[in-house]
């Protein structure tokens, strides 16, 4: 770089750098999780009052293994019942509804063997996957595949069908409310660490929570609020309160008090508010100390977990209606920030308007090389023109300016997927800094190039070059791609003042 020219490229670098942090604060929603009102989170709560033993785990469990029509395809699922002539001969009955994601009988088979071992029927199935995927869930589909599982119980000649009741954990907490609303058939209902908010709202407070434990920087966490906030996925919005609503079944509700992936004290209070406000006085709620999401303790389901199901199920329909000082009970729910929706989506932040924008960056940088393939094929019968000193100059900055506006593009998707796993699988609290500190560097960098490129274009024209139309158009595309990548860029954050 000419000495001449380098007090105008450092002014204009800072001068870019400057304006897209503008920029960046008028196109990019904001987003911050206020703490958690104090009479929202509980606060001290009474130690739970155990309820007399009803029944033994000395069972032996025998499986019978059968296959379930349901709407689109057929399920296969296991019944576990106790072995033996002791007890009841009707005994009640429990059907596992799985949480997100793909999942088989094996994932819930040991809570539902110990729950046979102490009496009461269970069944498990696998979860369906025609209709259900990533981007699309029908919550009443697998409300009504949980109902035909109920059903299925209801029939069998060893089950009490007064007293089939639903278990749902996690998604399963949206699911399980709409199943016994809709039936009056359903005995009794289990909630295990189950989001009572939207699902936008729960995973939002997920990688939040997540990230802010590893001590990631504010940015990286508005950055990944922003990437949540991308898909337009048919139930993220879902609201589960009138199902909660509609329940006229004894609740059971049990929340890991240091539950990462669901906020368990605003999940248990909004469950609670909505049974009162419906008249439903008949709910049990209880935290564990130092479980997780699995409601698992070091890897291990929670000390007294598995005996309160039990205890509360052999006991109902007492059981169903405690005292109202002892209704909620247990160790006090670790949550700290409230669970709120990400910031809605401006149009150019949405998936298609952002997907499109990288096919023109991507359109955009492939113009030189076209350009010059173009003039080498028209001038294939003879020698090419010799190539400008101005040009291969400017071509030079050009390049650099162009990798720099690649890999900020590269690096922002790969970001997104970084922080999401980070955020949901945890990591070394250096992990998120680094993510966000390289991509940041990255944007600060195709700006500074991109300035520097236009000085050094400004300044040959000016000494008297006259581009060609392969130089022309080779600009024109890397110029036009990389501004469209520090648009981009500004929008998720790069170059705001704050950290």
Do not use: C
């Not at 009741?165 to 399963?172: A, H, K, P, Q, T």
């Not at 070091?298 to 598995?306: D, M, N, Q, S, V």
């Amino acid at each position: 770089m000419r000495t001449g020219r380098a007090l105008p490229t450092v002014a204009a670098a800072g001068a870019v750098v400057l304006l897209l942090g503008a920029v960046g604060s008028l196109l990019a929603p904001s987003w911050q999780r206020p703490r958690l009102a104090t009479d929202r989170g509980f606060g001290a709560l009474p130690e739970p009052r155990p309820v007399l033993d009803r029944y033994d785990y000395g069972h032996r469990v025998r499986r019978e293994e059968v296959r379930v029509p349901v709407t689109g395809t057929t399920l296969a699922a296991t019944v576990l019942t106790p072995d033996t002539k002791r007890g009841p001969d009707r005994r009640p009955a429990m059907v596992f509804v799985h949480g997100s994601g793909p999942a088989t009988r094996e994932g819930l088979i040991h809570q539902a063997e110990r729950m046979a071992r102490a009496g009461i029927v269970s069944l498990v199935y696998d979860k369906r996957r025609v209709g259900y995927s990533p981007v699309r869930r029908d919550y009443s589909q697998l409300a009504d595949d949980a109902l035909r599982m109920v059903r299925l119980l209801r029939s069998r000649s060893d089950v009490d069908p007064d007293r089939v009741g639903l278990w749902g954990i996690s998604e399963g907490g949206w699911v399980v409310p709409l199943a016994a609303s809709r039936n009056p058939e359903v005995g009794f209902v289990i909630l295990v660490a189950a989001p009572m908010m939207s699902p936008s709202s729960q995973a939002a407070w997920a990688a939040d929570e997540g990230l802010r434990r590893q001590g990631a920087p504010d940015g990286a966490r508005r950055f990944l609020s922003r990437a949540l906030a991308i898909g337009n996925l048919n139930y993220v919005n879902y609201d589960g309160r009138p199902a909660v609503a509609g329940m006229r079944q004894p609740v059971l509700g049990l929340y890991p008090a240091a539950d990462r992936a669901a906020p368990p004290a605003e999940s248990a209070r909004i469950l609670a508010d909505v049974l009162e406000g419906a008249g439903n006085q008949a709910y049990t709620i209880r935290f564990f100390p130092g479980a997780d999401h699995g409601m698992k303790v070091a890897g291990k389901l929670a000390p007294g977990y598995l005996e309160t199901m039990a205890r509360w199920i052999w006991g109902l329909p007492g059981t169903g209606r405690p005292p109202a000082g002892e209704r909620v009970a247990g160790s006090t729910p670790e949550q700290v920030y409230a669970a709120e929706p990400p910031p809605p989506v401006p149009w150019y932040g949405t998936g298609p308007v952002l997907a499109a924008g990288f096919v023109l960056i991507g359109v955009g940088y492939l113009a030189g090389p076209v350009a010059s393939l173009v003039r080498r094929w028209r001038r294939r019968s003879g020698p090419l023109e010799p190539v400008p000193g101005s040009w291969l100059r400017v071509r030079r900055r050009q390049r650099a300016m162009t990798a720099a506006g690649v890999g900020t593009a590269v690096g922002i998707n790969v970001a997104i997927g970084a922080l999401v796993a980070l955020s949901f699988t945890g990591g070394p609290s250096w992990a998120s800094q680094g993510v966000w500190a390289a991509l940041r560097l990255a944007g600060v960098g195709t700006a500074v190039l991109t300035a520097a490129a236009g000085v050094a274009a400004t300044g040959a024209v000016r000494d008297g070059w006259r581009p060609d139309a392969t130089a022309v158009a080779s600009m024109t595309g890397a110029f036009g791609a990389t501004g469209l990548v520090l648009l981009i860029g500004a929008y998720w954050d790069l170059f705001a003042p704050r950290w």
